[in-house]
């Protein structure tokens, strides 16, 4: 598999993301429900800090990656849904930093919801990964 990074213009990869990621000679491609913070059991962990939950949440991407034969690296997609936008943005490039870090090179995508399944999740990573 390779990939190739397209930035039209620059302001993304300030926040280590970009425009659009092409694809070529990929063979799987595989599709993760949303990740939170939660433990094995389900519970929620570190309600009310949203840096926390964001480490724990790409921590189960990264975990469910690995079951699948997959890393960080094959995470060309990330959809990121967060109870409060703009908690998350005061803190996007330290968190952003963490995944590309790992090798990510992502296109992504920040949704703002009232809501997510817990009250006390505040942060939903969704992934997609080829290999």
Same mark, same amino acid.
């Given at each position: 598999?390779?990939?190739?990074?397209?930035?039209?213009?620059?302001?993304?990869?300030?926040?280590?993301?970009?425009?659009?990621?092409?694809?070529?000679?990929?063979?799987?491609?595989?599709?993760?429900?949303?990740?939170?913070? *939660?433990?094995? @059991?389900?519970?929620?962990?570190? +309600? =009310? &800090? $949203?840096? !926390?939950?964001? #480490?724990?949440?790409?921590?189960?991407?990264?975990?469910?990656?690995?079951?699948?034969?997959?890393?960080?690296?094959?995470?060309?997609?990330?959809?990121?849904?967060? *109870?409060?936008? @703009?908690?998350?943005?005061?803190? +996007? =490039? &330290? $968190?952003? !930093?963490?995944? #590309?870090?790992?090798?990510?090179?992502?296109?992504?995508?920040?949704?703002?919801?009232?809501?997510?399944?817990?009250?006390?999740?505040?942060?939903?990573?969704?992934? *997609?990964?080829?290999?």
């Amino acid at each position: 598999m390779k990939t190739r990074t397209i930035n039209p213009t620059p302001w993304l990869q300030h926040f280590n993301l970009h425009h659009g990621v092409e694809v070529t000679g990929g063979t799987r491609t595989l599709y993760l429900s949303g990740q939170t913070s *939660t433990a094995a @059991d389900g519970s929620t962990l570190h +309600a =009310g &800090d $949203l840096g !926390a939950q964001f #480490k724990t949440a790409w921590a189960n991407v990264k975990d469910a990656l690995k079951e699948a034969g997959m890393g960080p690296s094959n995470v060309v997609r990330l959809n990121i849904f967060v *109870t409060d936008v @703009d908690a998350f943005m005061g803190i +996007a =490039g &330290d $968190l952003t !930093a963490l995944i #590309k870090a790992d090798g990510t090179e992502t296109v992504c995508t920040l949704i703002g919801a009232a809501r997510l399944f817990d009250p006390d999740v505040m942060i939903e990573l969704e992934a *997609t990964a080829v290999a």
